[in-house]
């Protein structure tokens, strides 16, 4: 078989060994070097889809998303194959960081999913792909202080942040972030169905709704599961971090795991509660008596989240109270 004049063949031994280095050297962060070998690589066997895909794969973990677009495009024009392609979807990813819908669009189509406008009514070229692909969790800060939340797939690529981040990750309620393609973990509900969790790759669309602290006073799970529906009726969030908040520890985290149990001594990352309670995520207390002092992520505009607080105290002031806001994100 031809392709450009070439006969396909296996890849050469240099082919081989100049991109096993480079995957060694990407292991290790020198992004930079590993890119001059997959380039040398690609001279080497410039009919390989593979060759392409690599340097895609690179330029993805580099964020140069230009570059991974070129890349993958010339990848996925050497695939023997029509569908289910791992390079189609590297290419979905950068297609969506740049905003380039027609291709992200054409890019999830050609690995095989359903889009909108495959049954019949045309999706507009400049808007982003929508797929209403449902509840998913997402690992912030893979790298570094991970940390899964809860939120709502717009996409194969996007994940809007539903939970309320510590601040320790540096998002927000609402925010939109970019998501690698493959699951590393499992988060199983209660009620038996599974969440498959997504690595965080970027920001993708910051949120303008700055995230907030507060100790409350509430004498039952009613009054904390108030303030969670009052936030959520005003288009904004609460939620109790001293009960949806537990440590786990990354091999643990990257694990299939039970979404409201864990606790110990794992250190990292931090990993929110269950989704379909009442409130934008609801909570459960394991056992034991409840404690009435609470810490309370908020978020709220600033000229709002007082009013917020108080309104919930006005609403049962014997069993509420509010103090040491504190804006962190």
Same mark, same amino acid.
């Given at each position: 078989?031809?392709?450009?004049?070439?006969?396909?063949?296996?890849?050469? /031994?240099?082919?081989?060994?100049?991109?096993?280095?480079?995957?060694? %050297?990407?292991?290790?962060? @020198?992004?930079?070097?590993?890119?001059?070998?997959?380039?040398?690589?690609?001279?080497?066997?410039?009919?390989?889809?593979?060759?392409?895909?690599?340097?895609? !794969?690179?330029?993805?973990?580099?964020?140069?998303?230009?570059?991974?677009? *070129?890349?993958? #495009?010339?990848?996925?024009? !050497?695939?023997?194959? =029509?569908?289910?392609?791992?390079? &189609? &979807?590297?290419?979905?990813?950068? /297609?969506?960081?740049?905003?380039?819908?027609? !291709?992200?669009?054409? /890019?999830?189509?050609?690995?095989?999913?359903?889009?909108?406008?495959?049954?019949?009514?045309?999706?507009?070229?400049?808007?982003?792909?929508?797929?209403?692909?449902?509840?998913?969790?997402?690992?912030?800060?893979?790298?570094?202080?991970?940390?899964?939340? &809860?939120?709502? @797939?717009? =996409?194969? /690529?996007?994940?809007?942040? %539903?939970?309320?981040?510590?601040?320790?990750?540096?998002?927000?309620?609402?925010?939109?972030? #970019?998501?690698?393609?493959? +699951?590393?973990?499992?988060?199983? *509900?209660?009620?038996?169905?599974?969440?498959?969790?997504?690595?965080?790759?970027?920001?993708?669309? +910051?949120?303008?709704? +700055?995230?907030?602290?507060?100790?409350?006073?509430?004498?039952?799970?009613?009054?904390? =599961?108030?303030?969670?529906?009052?936030?959520?009726?005003?288009?904004?969030?609460?939620?109790?971090?001293?009960?949806?908040? @537990? %440590?786990? $520890?990354?091999?643990?985290?990257?694990?299939?795991?039970?979404?409201?149990?864990?606790?110990?001594?794992?250190?990292?990352?931090?990993?929110?509660?269950?989704?379909?309670?009442?409130?934008?995520?609801?909570?459960?207390?394991?056992?034991? !008596?409840?404690?009435?002092?609470?810490? $309370?992520g908020l978020a709220a505009p600033a000229g709002l989240v007082?009013?917020?607080?108080?309104? &919930?105290?006005?609403?049962?002031?014997?069993? @509420?109270?509010?103090?040491?806001?504190e804006e962190v994100c």
């Open positions: 078989m031809k392709i450009f004049g070439k006969v396909r063949h296996r890849p050469s /031994a240099s082919w081989r060994q100049a991109t096993d280095r480079a995957f060694t %050297l990407i292991g290790d962060g @020198r992004y930079e070097d590993a890119g001059t070998l997959l380039t040398r690589a690609a001279d080497l066997e410039p009919w390989l889809s593979e060759s392409w895909f690599n340097l895609a !794969l690179l330029h993805k973990f580099r964020h140069d998303w230009e570059q991974a677009r *070129t890349a993958g #495009l010339r990848a996925v024009a !050497l695939l023997d194959r =029509d569908a289910g392609a791992p390079d &189609w &979807w590297n290419v979905g990813i950068a /297609a969506t960081a740049i905003q380039d819908w027609p !291709l992200a669009r054409r /890019a999830w189509q050609a690995y095989g999913l359903k889009v909108r406008g495959d049954q019949g009514a045309e999706a507009p070229v400049g808007e982003p792909v929508g797929m209403e692909l449902g509840t998913a969790a997402v690992r912030l800060s893979p790298e570094g202080e991970a940390e899964v939340v &809860w939120g709502r @797939r717009l =996409d194969p /690529a996007r994940i809007e942040v %539903l939970s309320i981040p510590l601040p320790s990750s540096g998002r927000r309620w609402g925010e939109v972030v #970019l998501h690698d393609g493959v +699951p590393r973990g499992e988060r199983v *509900t209660a009620a038996g169905p599974s969440y498959p969790v997504f690595d965080e790759i970027e920001l993708w669309a +910051p949120s303008p709704v +700055p995230t907030w602290v507060v100790l409350l006073e509430a004498e039952a799970e009613g009054d904390r =599961d108030a303030l969670e529906l009052l936030a959520a009726d005003a288009g904004f969030a609460a939620e109790d971090w001293s009960s949806s908040v @537990r %440590l786990l $520890c990354r091999a643990c985290s990257e694990s299939r795991m039970p979404s409201d149990e864990g606790e110990g001594d794992h250190l990292d990352p931090h990993d929110h509660s269950e989704p379909g309670h009442p409130g934008p995520l609801g909570h459960r207390t394991a056992g034991g !008596l409840w404690v009435a002092e609470r810490e $309370c007082r009013g917020l607080l108080d309104g &919930w105290v006005a609403d049962s002031p014997d069993t @509420r109270a509010w103090r040491d806001l």
